[in-house]
């Protein structure tokens, strides 16, 4: 019983402490022009990056330059600069808050 008490008060403070907006603390990426690039979501042949639904083959721009969508996976994104077409990037979702903790 006690038990079970600890860790339902454990599990309420995790849930009042978690911003229900916070999407992580940054991509994984070696290219510093997408630096700040996140991916928020995917939905059929769409991709939300940046909070912009990009479809699937168009350009974006971030920071002053141009980026491709080119191919969408599971729960990541294949992206590339345009003056850079050799060196595709992945973007993935980031990991919840509730799983990495506090």
């Given at each position: 019983m006690v038990s079970r008490l600890f860790a339902l008060t454990a599990l309420f403070v995790i849930l009042v402490r978690a911003d229900p907006f916070y999407y992580g603390e940054g991509m994984e990426s070696h290219n510093p022009q997408a630096q700040n690039l996140k991916l928020y979501g995917?939905?059929?042949n769409k991709a939300n990056i940046n909070g912009g639904w990009?479809?699937?083959n168009s350009n974006f721009l971030h920071q002053?330059?141009?980026f491709k969508l080119?191919?969408?996976q599971d729960s990541c994104v294949v992206i590339v600069e345009a003056q850079n077409p050799q060196s595709p990037q992945k973007l993935c979702y980031q990991k919840p808050i509730?799983?990495?903790g506090l």
């Open positions: 995917i939905l059929h990009i479809a699937l002053n330059k141009s080119l191919q969408i509730l799983m990495r």
